[in-house]
Nanobody, 113 residues
Framework: QVHLVESGGGSVQAGGSLRLSCVAS????????MGWYRQKPGKARELVAN???????NYITSVEGRFTASRDNAKNTVYLQMNNLLPEDTAVYYC???????WGQGTQVTVSS
């Protein structure tokens, strides 16, 4: 079965940085696209970035230039480097393996002003 474990979240002040990690098991991430999603309080889950097999990620407008998503296939891990964080980035962040329906527990990111 697909198992995704997100980590690296925490509480930071606006302008700070965090680096999220997601370790996958039960799959080989090199075989498909991976993505980062987030769910803000009271909102639906939304895509933040997707990472095709090429490793060249694309982003939603609100995070472009501040976030960097990447993959390390040898470690079966994807990352989300988040810089210049804003209070609006507060959410639970999830990674996703495209083609599977399951989700991990996510990791909480809280940004204070």
């Amino acid at each position: 079965q697909v198992h995704l474990v997100e980590s690296g979240g925490g509480s930071v002040q606006a302008g700070g940085s965090l680096r999220l990690s997601c370790v996958a098991s039960g799959i080989d991430i090199s075989g498909n696209s991976m993505g980062w999603y987030r769910q803000k309080p009271g909102k639906a889950r939304e895509l933040v970035a997707n990472i095709p097999r090429s490793g060249v990620a694309n982003y939603i407008t609100s995070v472009e230039g501040r976030f960097t998503a990447s993959r390390d296939n040898a470690k079966n891990t994807v990352y989300l480097q988040m810089n210049n964080l804003l209070p609006e980035d507060t959410a639970v962040y999830y990674c996703h393996y495209f083609g599977a329906a399951s989700w991990g527990q996510g990791t909480q990111v809280t940004v204070s002003s």
